[in-house]
């Protein structure tokens, strides 16, 4: 047996170097099928430098500069699309066809805190802070752009595909407001890119942020009647929303609306009567839209405000104005399993009238947490995914 080894193993490196000149064809393509051409060397590079380039919000600057760098050595017109100070959305494309048919596009910031780039499990697992959301749709969307748009490999004109990696997804989706108020052209079809366990996303709940400023009145606390307790009346308001809660819209597709009651400060000391509290919250909205949450809210909270105004304190809720309710997206690619998702994304954030994509390798429930982490597996097919998802909304 063992001397036949040398043997199989130099017949399967013939094997591979055949199919690395294997062109692409839109009919080779099936769902956990690894394309034999793709460069999965390039992609593990590309995948590991964006990790290992800290891009916390507001702090995208070096890992914009690199990847625009990147895609102007291979061959792409890139442009730098200042957003704020040092901070870029990066565009790239094939000639001087900014105008394309069909954008794709992720985020390039990550969530605090950055952890460092590692490989465990004998090789076979990517760790790190933005390892899946989203620097494996980065480099996977990358690649399979790049591949398609390779003459040697496939015939896609100048005009059908563009690049797009945005700063601020994690933090209010700047990045993709500003692109969407300056962009070149209505889309037929915008693909998105997000961890979705490799299934295409067919929506995504809506979301509604407030925030409860209640202001008081400090006193001794072996005095309490001196005073008014902000934090109480805080308490009693979070009482009142978390059962609140328990009767928020649903729906079949989405669920239940949910509530997160992510902050909460107030107070200075144990022995003195708080005079200030503050607490954020977000809504995850299955059904409706923000303003019918926003109607209940107020109206669950209208005796308590009447209260604490009667006692000498002051109660406000601030919504935040960019909320949104469920976004549906499309699903009509053969071959994919479709999920939803609780998340927000970008995809309100691009306003037209384009058809709408969301697919990323990895899951959400390792993002944002330290144990985000990825198989190189799941990041290889996703390169074949999003070449199918390109070539069946192109057709």
Known sequence: ???????????????????KQVPLLETSIAHGEALPHTNSDELLYLHRKLIQTESITENEKEVGEWLATYLEDKGLTVEKQEVAKDRY?????????????????????????????????????????????????????????????????????????????????????????????????????????????????????????????VKGKAAHSGYPWLGVSANNLMVEALGILLELEKSLPSSEKYGKTTMNIGKIEGGVAANVVAENAEANIAIRIAAGEPQTIVEIVDRSLKNLKKKALASGGEFEVEYNGNGYGPV?????????????????????????????????????????????????????QAVVDYQRIILAVLK
């Open 89 to 213: 959305n990066i565009i790239a494309y094939k000639g001087d066809k900014r105008e394309t048919k069909v954008l794709v596009t992720s985020h390039i910031d990550t969530v605090p805190p950055f952890w460092p780039y590692e490989l465990r499990v004998s090789g076979t697992e990517i760790w790190g802070r933005g390892s899946v959301d989203a620097k494996a749709c980065v480099a996977a969307q990358t690649i399979a752009v790049l591949s398609l748009i390779n003459p040697a490999s496939h015939s896609i004109p100048n005009d059908a595909l563009s690049l797009l990696f945005v700063v601020g997804e994690e933090a209010g989706g700047e990045g993709m407001k500003f692109f969407s108020k300056h962009k070149p052209t209505n889309y037929s079809a915008v693909i998105f890119g997000e961890p979705t366990e490799g299934k295409l996303a067919a929506g995504h709940k809506g979301i509604l942020g407030f925030r409860i400023k």
């Open 328 to 380: 549906p997206i499309d699903t009509d690619v053969k071959g994919f399993q479709s999920i939803t998702v609780n998340y927000g994304t970008d995809v309100p954030n691009l306003k037209g009238d384009h058809k709408r994509y969301l697919y990323g390798p990895g899951s959400i429930f390792v993002a944002h947490s330290d144990h985000e982490h990825l198989k190189v597996k799941e990041l290889e």
């Open 1 to 19: 047996m063992k001397s036949l080894l040398p043997r199989l193993a130099f017949v399967a490196r013939i094997v591979f170097v055949f199919a």
